[in-house]
């Protein structure tokens, strides 16, 4: 394990998700990445090519139709954060199956912070998935 995250500290700066050899910034990690975008597109959300992060954001908000976007989005954005550290820390290979799983368990375990008035829309959401 010590060896693989020496590998990627040695490798630089580049996306380990993705590992077409783009420098992992916050925009590329949550926004660009190929592995990430599929995350995204698993949950209904697209994101504007040629905008800033808060454009893209609020461009996506207004599309995602839900008035749980911005839960939806911190919850899914520390899931594609824990799915690159598992690569990274316990050479987890990302898997799009089991980032929903987590990705649904992590909603599940949140619901408590969330208004209660969005409990039944958000768990209608989810049941779809």
Known sequence: MLRRRKKFLQEGYNCVLCQDGIEETVEHLFFDCPTSVSRWF????????????HQKIYIAKQGFGQPFFMEIFLIGAWCIWKERNGLIFDNKVPCIATWKTS??????????????????????WLHAL
């Not at 698993?42 to 992060?53: D, E, V």
């Not at 209660?116 to 958000?122: D, G």
């Open 42 to 53: 698993a949950l209904g959300i697209t994101w504007s090519a040629n905008a800033n992060i």
């Open 103 to 124: 990705f649904k368990s992590e909603v599940a375990d949140h619901l408590i912070r969330i208004k209660q008035n969005l409990h039944p829309s958000i768990s209608q």
